[in-house]
């Protein structure tokens, strides 16, 4: 075959490899982790036309055909969804698909991102084809969970079905306060805040208090933002104050 040959017989091949590359989507990474970002683009890079989103700026100003996949960490994906909320968009450009990779602690971290507009959540040590049908399903605009996420979702379904008040005495009862004290903060008797623990420890399926505060965390049912008293004492509970604490053989002073 002379050299004429060869060239025009590899032209089409050559051809194919762009044409084919100018049809696959656009995938942006974000990852905060260094490290971790260069692994990403890598590892979509056969896929689809991934970037550095840290080291790269888009191409052009042009409305491209298809959303973009955008890869991010947890805490980053949130910040740029709720600052991309506020902006006007482009073209009537259909918003990016979002795909979270990272630790996947508990179901209320999955569930924010979810409803904040996330697609995908996958674990930071899922394996690269896991990764890969991740990034597809959601650039193609469908959810997708890994096992961890899943399974953890699936716990917290058990928030759905906490009324109001019962939110309330959990979020106070992993702060470590007893029956009397959220009585006095929910301004009820503690006999109801009883009857109201009891009902919790059967939904958490906890034999204890401290056990009923350790499942709601890893369930995402309460954050660990929320273990700061978020009821403090109202300033007429004066008739509900517990009496001072008299030391051993000390005899009280008479009343004025």
């Given at each position: 075959?002379?050299?004429?040959?060869?060239?025009?017989?590899?032209?089409?091949?050559?051809?194919?490899?762009?044409?084919?590359?100018?049809?696959?989507?656009?995938?942006?990474?974000?990852?905060?982790?260094?490290?971790?970002?260069?692994?990403?683009?890598?590892?979509?890079?056969?896929?689809?036309?991934?970037?550095?989103?840290?080291?790269?700026?888009?191409?052009?100003?042009?409305?491209?055909?298809?959303?973009?996949?955008?890869?991010?960490?947890?805490?980053g994906a949130l910040?740029?969804?709720?600052?991309?909320?506020?902006?006007?968009?482009?073209?009537?450009?259909?918003?990016?698909?979002?795909?979270?990779?990272?630790?996947?602690?508990?179901?209320?971290r999955v569930r924010?991102?979810?409803?904040?507009?996330?697609?995908?959540?996958?674990?930071?040590?899922?394996?690269?084809?896991?990764?890969?049908?991740?990034?597809?399903?959601?650039?193609?605009?469908?959810?997708?969970?890994?096992?961890?996420?899943?399974?953890?979702?699936?716990?917290?379904?058990?928030?759905?079905?906490?009324?109001?008040?019962?939110?309330?005495?959990?979020?106070?009862?992993?702060?470590?306060?007893?029956?009397?004290?959220?009585?006095?903060?929910?301004?009820?008797?503690?006999?109801?805040?009883?009857?109201?623990?009891?009902?919790?420890?059967?939904?958490?399926?906890?034999?204890?208090?401290?056990?009923?505060?350790?499942?709601?965390?890893?369930?995402?049912?309460?954050?660990?933002?929320?273990?700061?008293?978020?009821?403090?004492?109202?300033?007429?509970?004066?008739?509900?104050?517990?009496?001072?604490?008299?030391?051993?053989?000390?005899?009280?002073?008479?009343?004025?």
């Open positions: 075959m002379s050299v004429t040959e060869r060239s025009n017989a590899a032209a089409p091949t050559a051809f194919g490899a762009a044409s084919a590359a100018s049809t696959l989507s656009e995938a942006v990474v974000v990852h905060r982790n260094p490290l971790l970002r260069a692994g990403l683009v890598a590892a979509l890079s056969p896929f689809f036309r991934a970037r550095d989103g840290a080291e790269s700026q888009p191409a052009a100003a042009s409305v491209p055909e298809r959303p973009p996949l955008i890869v991010a960490d947890h805490e910040a740029m969804l709720a600052a991309s909320a506020t902006q006007p968009r482009r073209g009537g450009m259909a918003p990016a698909h979002w795909l979270v990779i990272g630790p996947v602690s508990h179901g209320g924010d991102a979810m409803s904040a507009g996330v697609l995908g959540y996958v674990h930071a040590a899922c394996s690269v084809e896991e990764l890969r049908d991740a990034a597809r399903a959601v650039a193609a605009g469908r959810r997708y969970l890994c096992r961890t996420a899943a399974g953890l979702i699936a716990e917290g379904w058990l928030g759905d079905d906490l009324t109001p008040r019962e939110h309330d005495v959990l979020r106070m009862l992993c702060t470590g306060l007893d029956n009397k004290s959220i009585g006095q903060r929910l301004g009820v008797a503690p006999g109801t805040v009883k009857t109201h623990v009891k009902t919790l420890l059967q939904k958490l399926g906890a034999r204890s208090r401290t056990q009923a505060a350790t499942e709601a965390l890893r369930r995402g049912l309460i954050e660990g933002s929320a273990m700061d008293d978020p009821f403090p004492l109202p300033p007429d509970c004066g008739a509900w104050a517990a009496p001072p604490v008299k030391s051993r053989g000390a005899r009280a002073n008479p009343a004025p």
